[in-house]
């Protein structure tokens, strides 16, 4: 009896001793990780959101920031509601509202391609490099050689147009009313081959056996298309759908390469507005509040996604 009672004070003093030397391990491992992950914290924390608590605060002020901080003025929603007279912040706003059918037409486009790659092409993967290219390529060089194709006069786009009869061809990126569909083809043209990529991805993952099933009941191609292929791939659509919305909100280097926002603001977006706004005519106050307005869309149309998606997306 009493070696059993002279054992136990033992083995709990050891299994102390042993909690006390994990809880030590475990505390230097906490230290550890937090000391390789505090530069990354740090630069997030400079570049990243203390730039996104000055614009939602400067966004109630008015300052140029080459006068200093001494001539800044607080003037509250005056920013906001100056903006709701701004013709040309009113006309951004629709001009990007319509470049978001880019995003369907994309998509509608990619999935067709994935399907035929998928099922009836060989060489698959060079379709995939070449639908891919333009999509990783420099975004200015590809605004430089479409700004030669779509010349008015000495274009190759309007030369073919010309030898096949009609006499006036659309001006494109110079004609107001032609302006900003030119921007939406190019960027469709960009924005095919990564919806490709993903939509073959998803594809490749729906099983055979439900296809080869269909088949035996006597289903065609477009049956087996809108109740197999469409439903399963709705997760692969809607990803595509809210970084595609996104995107559409942040074409910038197009817009500067090929328009500047003109003709007439035809071609003007949010995010050049906010630009111009900013860094040429210095207001910076005035571009916070844009940029909360453009956070605002952004974040209001991602929350909708994401309730329509329980109606549509099947996983």
């Not at 491992?29 to 937090?34: F, H, L, V, W, Y």
């Not at 740090?42 to 080459?66: E, R, Y």
């Not at 900003?180 to 095919?192: E, G, K, R, Y």
């Amino acid at each position: 009896m009493k070696e059993n009672m002279d054992i136990q004070p033992a083995k709990k003093r050891i299994t102390k001793v042993k909690l006390k030397k994990k809880n030590s391990i475990e505390r230097n491992e906490s230290i550890a990780g937090a000391l390789f992950v505090l530069p990354m914290l740090i630069g997030v924390s400079v570049i990243v959101l203390m730039p996104i608590i000055a614009t939602f605060i400067l966004a109630f002020a008015d300052w140029k920031f080459v006068a200093g901080w001494d001539q800044l003025k607080w003037v509250g929603f005056q920013n906001f509601k100056d903006l709701l007279g701004d013709k040309v912040f009113v006309k951004s706003v629709i001009n990007n509202a319509i470049f978001i059918l880019t995003v369907p037409i994309t998509m509608v486009v990619a999935i067709v391609l994935a399907v035929i790659i998928d099922k009836y092409v060989y060489m698959k993967d060079y379709f995939k490099v070449a639908f891919f290219m333009p999509y990783i390529s420099s975004v200015v060089a590809i605004a430089v050689v479409w700004q030669v194709l779509f010349h008015p006069s000495q274009g190759p786009i309007n030369q073919v147009l010309m030898s096949l009869g009609i006499e006036n061809p659309p001006t494109w990126i110079a004609d107001p009313n032609f302006a900003l569909i030119s921007v939406m083809l190019i960027h469709i043209w960009i924005s095919i081959g990564f919806s490709l990529i993903i939509y073959i991805a998803g594809l490749q993952s729906i099983p055979k056996e439900l296809y080869e099933a269909a088949e035996m009941d006597g289903a065609n191609a477009w049956y087996k298309f809108r109740n197999i292929t469409l439903p399963l791939v709705s997760p692969t659509s809607f990803f595509l759908l809210v970084t595609g919305i996104i995107a559409t909100f942040k074409v910038f280097d197009l817009i500067a390469v090929l328009t500047a926002g003109g003709p007439m603001h035809s071609t003007t977006m949010l995010v050049w507005h906010l630009y111009k706004t900013a860094f040429i005519n210095l207001e910076i106050g005035y571009a916070s509040a844009i940029a909360v307005i453009l956070f605002l869309f952004v974040f209001l149309i991602t929350i909708l996604q994401w309730i329509g998606q329980k109606k549509w997306v099947n996983y």
